[in-house]
T-cell receptor
Framework: SQTIHQWPATLVQPVGSPLSLECTVE??????LYWYRQAAGRGLQLLFY??????ISSEVPQNLSASRPQDRQFILSSKKLLLSDSGFYLC??????????????FGNGTRLTVT | RKEVEQDPGPFNVPEGATVAFNCTYS??????FFWYRQDCRKEPKLLMS???SGNEDGRFTAQLNRASQYISLLIRDSKLSDSATYLC???????????FGKGTKLSVKP
């Protein structure tokens, strides 16, 4: 069966510090991978998605970047965090070739607080 | 116009009640629809897909009206454990990415 791992679970970082969140998927090949953010009291916002190694699409302009160095690894980064980057960050995967009809499966999420 | 809109909630209902959530989506090209459940401070989890003919999973019934671009979720015989936020989801965009509503919070009271 497929599993998705995301870490760390919680993170407190000062403004201006860098960020690296990592996500890995097991049990599937060539998944579509996603990063979402959920700010307090708000809905899920799609940040980035990737359909393959090195292929990154950004949905909104922001202070963040994403990379996919390996098939089942997805990384969210920032060089300098802003207060507005605080939120609940969720990595998700979806089966390749079934994208239009298949649901997303989320990792446990990382709760980031920028102070 | 928001892409996926839901009842603002919260819904506070007694155990055993029937509760209905409604949702509308703006993209007429959306092909797939889902309901997710999100517990407090947890990740969203798939509750059920929504099929054109309507579908049922135990106490949960989902319906889709493509003409009205409307999705619904009915929960019968509510349990305390049903308390959560329910997210309506539709596909959109060139990659069929999932667009989430903001969710409706349900509290089931004893």
């Amino acid at each position: 069966s497929q599993t998705i791992h995301q870490w760390p679970a919680t993170l407190v970082q000062p403004v201006g510090s860098p960020l690296s969140l990592e996500c890995t998927v097991e049990g599937t090949s060539n998944p579509n991978l996603y990063w979402y953010r959920q700010a307090a009291g708000r809905g899920l916002q799609l940040l980035f998605y990737s359909v393959g190694i090195g292929q990154i699409s950004s949905e909104v302009p922001q202070n963040l970047s994403a990379s996919r160095p390996q098939d089942r690894q997805f990384i969210l980064s920032s060089k300098k965090l802003l207060l507005s980057d605080s939120g609940f960050y969720l990595c998700a995967w979806r089966g390749w070739g079934l994208s239009y009809n298949s649901p997303l499966h989320f990792g446990n999420g990382t709760r980031l607080t920028v102070t | 116009r928001k892409e996926v809109e839901q009842d603002p909630g919260p819904f506070n209902v007694p155990e055993g009640a029937t509760v209905a959530f409604n949702c509308t989506y703006s993209n007429s090209a959306s092909q797939s629809f889902f309901w997710y459940r999100q517990d407090c401070r947890k990740e969203p989890k798939l509750l059920m897909s929504v099929y054109s003919s309507g579908n049922e999973d135990g106490r949960f019934t989902a319906q889709l009206n493509r003409a009205s671009q409307y999705i619904s979720l009915l929960i019968r015989d509510s349990k305390l454990s049903d308390s959560a936020t329910y997210l309506c989801v539709a596909t959109g965009g060139s990659q069929g990415n999932l667009i989430f509503g903001k969710g409706t919070k349900l509290s089931v009271k004893p």
